[in-house]
């Protein structure tokens, strides 16, 4: 079997097997990915056998570094057996002592080679929501307008961004994205974006990316500072009024409920709101130190 | 003989207003030559002038009691348009006060222009029924009809209210802070808290008009907070002074605190253009002390080695961009005591790891 990274430069080869959305995902700071072929002279789409996407988690913390698999692709058996071998190694290399995954496209003989790897599998409710953006705009509680001190994310230049984000990054759990400080102000949506500004200084955000299936995922909603709750609410209210303005109706929106807070906030703004069912595994890849 | 005991009433009064006017007139005769925390002093300054009216209008109301025994229409007049008036004064006093505290928590005037709309409305709703009451006694005095005169039982109550409502305000936006950040701090809102709510009901319970000078005393506190807090001050820098660092490890020592990081900056440019790029950059819980020679120190509650580096690279670059020389250092604490771990730094001779240069040699 024969490995070759995917990355940036090679990804528009499997576009249609990948995906729009993950073959973005490809280009950033954590995420890795291999691709297995039969013949090392051969790598093309047709004769891709196995591929899996990762992304690395608390790399640059001071917690255990993790691995998140973020998708796997079997097309020939005994091919991701294979791939999951690689994979094995390469995490060990990154210092990586966990895995983990929470998948919706996998069939039984996917499940049961994860299982046989190690990956201790159990069915369960996604972290992931998916919400209409019309159900945004019915909520009550974001009707009004939002107040003319929260700025679109358009209008504030890149040292704003920066300064801004340097006073966020301070709280270790304000992003939900692994690389969120090295991402540029262009990788997010600046129509729907926004901020709030406080004497002149950026007090905190709303980013949302929008992927290029059109799927829209809020990463950074966080605010410092006093009346930093309703700073958050107003911009919820801009970016809500903003994405209604830009997209249609029935554009979906993935908030992933990674902490208490995220979801007690869906809980109460979408009462009853399940998440799709999955499956999730998790192995050890390294004993702690 | 009654009229006698009055006159020596309103004599007493009169020179408690006389004590309230010296009380303010040396507030600020030791604050005027103070240079750092000048909005905060502005406002103080509202409060004192506001409170010298409201002594003025008390004792000339006493004095023409004195004078005229309270036994013409125009006097009577007088005394009642004094009432309002000294009401609204004092609800000035009080949410002038109210700003400040909120200005001395947070340091910004965009917070202030966004909480107040709101939170002045039972104010200038006062103000609007104190104003209609002094239109009825100019009418009344107009129209020589007596009757219209005698409401001001009901606006003196509501003013109580709002004075207790703004009271409360405050004690709650002091709470909030005080759990929001771990730092600490030197508003202290207690004395004037009290002082207004006793100026209040020895006002409204005895004969003796105390409010003006009860409003002096807790200017007192006003004016003790505001110089506590410039005595930690770098007014050059905007950042607290070397004296702060004690009152950080008291801080850290009394609350049990462990962990965190001081960040040492040091420069042999401009030390206040530096303050400049630190201040924009300034997270939530950081604090920031000058301690003189072009020295820095960021305390902050992080140990992320990760973020601590993200934050410096990034104000070295943006220190070099505007062509200041900066050299960085971090230092995680331990489980060492605060004023080992703040010695060694200050000195210099502490490396990144906690230990000092003398320690490791030792070793």
Known sequence: MFFQELHESNIHKYKEIVGKDRAEDISRYFFRGIACFDDPDDDSEESLKAAMIWELKSAESDEDTASEITWVYDAEPGSLEAALDEYSKRVRDEDVRRSFFELTDIGNNEKDV???????????????????????????????????????????????????????????????????????????DEKVSCC??????????????????????????????????????????????????????????????????????????FPGKKGEAVISGKRIEQEDR | MQELQWSSLFAINVVLDGIALVIIAVLLVRIIP??????????????????????????????????FANNNTVSE???????????????????????????????????????????????????????????????????????????????????ALILLFYIAVAIVIVHREKKRKRLPRFVAIVPMAICVLFGYLLDLFTNFSLLPLFLAAGLISVEYSIMKQSSYEDYKTGYFNRKYVRKIMDYIEHNEIKGGTVIRFSTESDASSFAKILHRMEPDNNKTIFMGDGLFLVVSETQSEAVINRYTSVIIRESERRGLNIKEEHFTRTDEEPEEFFAGIIHGNRDRNGASAEEREKV
């Open chain 1, 114 to 188: 994860l299982s046989l790897s190690g990956f201790n599998l159990s069915s369960a409710e996604s972290r992931d929501l998916r919400i209409c953006l019309k159900e945004f705009g019915e909520l009550r509680a974001l009707r009004r307008k939002a107040p003319n001190y929260i700025y679109n994310l358009g209008s504030i230049d890149s040292d704003q961004f920066e300064q801004g984000m340097i006073k966020i990054m301070f709280n270790q759990n304000a992003a939900a994205l692994e690389d969120m400080y090295y991402l540029p102000k262009e990788w997010f």
């Open chain 2, 34 to 67: 103070m240079k750092q925390n000048l909005t905060e002093i502005r406002m103080f300054y509202g409060m004192c002038v506001m409170n010298i009216l409201l002594a003025v209008i008390d004792a000339v109301k006493f004095l023409q009691f004195i004078l």
């Open chain 2, 77 to 159: 007049a007088y005394v009642m348009i004094c009432i309002p008036v000294g009401e609204i004064l004092s609800m000035m006093i009080v949410v002038q006060w109210l700003l400040f505290v909120n200005f001395s928590l947070h340091q910004s005037r965009d917070l202030i222009r966004r909480r107040y709309p709101v939170i002045l409305i039972p104010f200038f709703a006062a103000v609007i029924l104190q104003l209609g009451s002094i239109v009825l006694v100019i009418a009344g005095f107009i129209s020589k009809r007596s009757e219209t005169l005698f409401e001001g039982d009901i606006l003196y109550f509501l003013s």
């Open chain 1, 196 to 269: 709030v500004m406080t004497d002149g200084c950026v007090n905190g955000f709303l980013l949302v990316h929008r992927y290029p299936s059109g799927l829209i995922r809020p990463v950074l909603f966080y605010s410092v500072g006093a009346d930093s709750n309703y700073n958050l609410l107003d911009m919820m209210r801009y970016s809500v009024h903003a994405a209604l303005a830009e997209y249609p109706d029935d554009t979906p929106v993935l908030i992933r409920r990674r902490t208490k807070s995220v979801s007690k906030l869906t809980d109460k703004l």
